[in-house]
Antibody
Framework: QVQVQESGPGLVKPSQTLSLTCTVS??????????WSWIRQHPGKGLEWIGY???????YYNPSLKSRVTMSVDTSKNQFSLNLSSVTAADTAVYYC????????????WGQGTLVTVSS | DIQMTQSPSSLSVSVGDRVTITCRAS??????LNWYQQKPGKAPNLLIY???SVQSGVPSRFSGSGSGTDFTLTISSLQPEDFATYYC?????????FGQGTKVEMK
């Protein structure tokens, strides 16, 4: 059973870059079975898809964040990562790493989520 | 972007009630519609994929239907563990988008 787990700083200063890593276990990231995404949830709010990366390195980003987002994959470590630059308080949220599969790209598994607060 | 609109935003129900949540897409998304359940402090959990397929391990009281622009999630007999927030999500086109959520609360 594939599982994912986020890691990274819980506090980031304004204007800096938010960096998170997701470790995949129970499966091989380069199997091609999943698209690997980041999703965030502002406190008390709904879900926002940030973008996905495939094991090959191909990416799709949400246009609303595209200018600030970079995703990468490290198949040797079975990890993928998110960088979000020039953060502001509006980027404070719980960040989830997830895998999606199937023709309808249903999202499963989900990481437990990590709260990132942007504050000086 | 495809807008997903859920109704109602919240509902107060009792154990044993039949619950219906609707999700409407701003354009046709065929059957590229998934449903998730989220409990406080937890990550969402996949319930229904491709509009009507029940995820493995999900109780049979959960069902989904619809295609095109209108979709429904039904809980046939609400159980205590079903009090949660439910989200629909379209994967027909990038960016993937979610409904605003429906909070199912105890009456």
């Amino acid at each position: 059973q594939v599982q994912v787990q986020e890691s990274g700083p819980g506090l980031v200063k304004p204007s800096q870059t938010l960096s998170l890593t997701c470790t995949v276990s129970g499966g091989i990231i380069s199997s091609g079975a999943y698209y690997w995404s980041w999703i965030r949830q502002h406190p008390g709010k709904g879900l926002e898809w940030i973008g996905y990366i495939y094991y090959s390195g191909s990416t799709y980003y949400n246009p609303s964040l595209k200018s600030r987002v970079t995703m990468s994959v490290d198949t040797s470590k079975n990890q993928f990562s998110l960088n979000l630059s020039s953060v502001t308080a509006a980027d404070t949220a719980v960040y989830y790493c997830v895998g999606s599969s199937g023709y309808a790209n249903w999202i499963d598994p989900w990481g437990q989520g990590t709260l990132v607060t942007v504050s000086s | 972007d495809i807008q997903m609109t859920q109704s109602p935003s919240s509902l107060s129900v009792s154990v044993g009630d039949r619950v219906t949540i609707t999700c409407r897409a701003s354009q046709s998304i065929s059957s590229y519609l998934n449903w998730y359940q989220q409990k406080p402090g937890k990550a969402p959990n996949l319930l229904i994929y491709a509009a009507s397929s029940v995820q493995s391990g999900v109780p049979s009281r959960f069902s989904g239907s619809g295609s095109g622009t209108d979709f429904t999630l039904t809980i046939s007999s609400l159980q205590p563990e079903d009090f949660a927030t439910y989200y629909c999500q379209q994967s027909y086109s990038i960016p993937w988008t979610f409904g605003q959520g429906t909070k199912v609360e105890m009456k």
